[in-house]
């Protein structure tokens, strides 16, 4: 698997912005994995199950 890296440079935030934006990205987290629990669930699910197919042979 490739792995990328993300360089993204951060602005100096003031103490409020910074607790805000953190706010808001917890808030945006915990809607997705709401939404797609299932979805996200079944694909470790399967990844897992791949993964100890792997090990038997």
Do not use: C, G, S, W
């Not at 792995?3 to 917890?26: G, N």
């Not at 709401?34 to 897992?48: S, V």
Request: avoid cysteine.
């Amino acid at each position: 698997m490739d792995k990328r890296t993300l360089i993204i440079e951060v602005p100096e935030l003031d103490d409020k912005t910074a607790a805000d934006i953190q706010e808001f990205l917890q808030y945006l987290t915990n809607t997705f994995e709401i939404h797609y629990l299932h979805q996200i669930r079944r694909y470790y699910k399967n990844l897992f199950r791949e993964e100890e197919d792997k090990d038997l042979f």
